[in-house]
């Protein structure tokens, strides 16, 4: 049977990440403990990504059982970055494929490090991951799945940025760093942004689906240690949205933890007066109507087109959904923040401008995001 190449890899992967699944929320990576949704929509048009210059990268995606893992001697004076993802899994190989393309996309314009890629699930992942350092590798990108990474902690014996959050079940280890998209950090940036704005007495909506009730738990914790009060709250009913509207009118603004589908049908409901609040989950792309002049957050990727590492980092050629693109952006920050990490000295801080947002690296290790804030438009983001 014929090898694939790895650049073909990514492309036939990619084949299979069809706009309307791609779409659902559980498609981002949430700490949860399934973090993606395995995808059975049947092949969609193949993302490329524009034609960039090439990089040196030494790669195995097809690397054996035993980890032995052929590799390119390392240009000298080059960092060498591992990128250990389950791009051959069947729940997570879609997601892994995007990340890795973002990182791909970064490697080729900064060309400040080579990459070393290998498949890798739970199963092997404490097997890859050693035989990559043991082959030259001092930083690695990866893995995807809380999971993985929890069997990997108390192996990581180089700077590691995990693509997800760490259970706190995990064993502690100083060198390992989370970078992720989980969607509580958003709700808790929304509350304070709120508490900015002089917001005072905000209602809060919330959809009864596993994510809306993330986002409002977590957005109710945050007001209440910033405003030193709990918010209203009330669930989202479709039947009979009359109290949902009178509460909204004794309100000074509303803040949804819903889909875009629900909250498209309350906001269509409510007085064109009432400030309305949302996450990035409410920025799917196409004109949204329905959601103009709802305030909300969301990467630089997306809200600041002239952000000087925006502008840098080509976008796919075929373009993505908006939630799986956000996806390919953290590949492309994760590949940024390798680099600080090989060369920065223990203990130090390390910040990025990212095209993920404003990117700190707080408590736990885990990276914090600061995102910008926008406006959505009857056609465009104003």
Do not use: C
């Amino acid at each position: 049977m014929q090898r694939l190449t790895p650049l073909l890899l990514v492309g036939v992967l990619l084949t299979w990440l069809t706009p309307v699944v791609a779409q659902t929320p559980d498609y981002i990576i949430q700490s949860n403990g399934a973090p993606m949704r395995a995808l059975v929509q049947p092949p969609g048009q193949t993302p490329r990504l524009a034609t960039p210059t090439p990089t040196p990268t030494a790669v195995r995606a097809d690397a054996p059982a035993s980890g032995a893992l052929a590799a390119k001697p390392a240009t000298r004076g080059k960092i060498r970055i591992g990128v250990i993802l389950p791009t051959e899994s069947s729940a997570l190989g879609e997601a892994a494929a995007v990340v890795r393309s973002g990182v791909e996309a970064a490697a080729q314009m900064d060309q400040s490090a080579e990459l070393y890629s290998v498949d890798a699930t739970g199963d092997n992942v404490v097997e890859r991951y050693r035989a990559a350092v043991a082959d030259g590798v001092n930083v690695v990108i990866g893995p995807l799945s809380r999971e993985s990474i929890a069997k990997l902690a108390p192996s990581v014996t180089v700077p590691t940025i995990a693509l997800n959050s760490i259970d706190r079940q995990a064993a502690a280890n100083p060198k390992l760093y989370s970078l992720s998209l989980i969607v509580e950090g958003e709700a808790r940036q929304l509350a304070r942004l709120m508490r900015d704005d002089g917001r005072a007495n905000p209602l809060l909506v919330v959809g009864g689906d596993a994510l809306s009730q993330r986002l409002g738990k977590a957005f109710a914790d945050e007001w209440r240690a910033v405003a030193g009060k709990p918010a209203r709250q009330m669930a989202f009913d479709a039947n009979d949205m009359t109290p949902l509207l009178q509460a909204a009118g004794q309100a000074d603004a509303v803040a949804l933890a819903l889909d875009v589908a629900q909250a498209a049908k309350l906001k269509s409901a409510l007085t064109p007066d009432v400030p309305v609040y949302g996450t990035s989950q409410l920025n799917v792309g196409g004109a949204q109507a329905e959601l103009a002049g709802v305030r909300f957050i969301d990467m630089p990727w997306f809200l600041m087109p002239a952000h000087p590492a925006v502008q840098r980092y080509p976008h796919p050629a075929v373009p993505l959904t908006r939630q799986t693109e956000r996806l390919y952006a953290l590949g492309i920050d994760a590949y940024r923040l390798a680099v600080q990490l090989a060369v920065s000295r223990p203990g130090a801080a390390v910040r990025l401008d990212g095209v993920t947002g404003d990117l700190k690296l707080g408590r736990d290790r885990a990276f914090e995001r600061q995102l910008p804030a926008g406006v959505m438009g009857g056609n465009a983001l104003q």
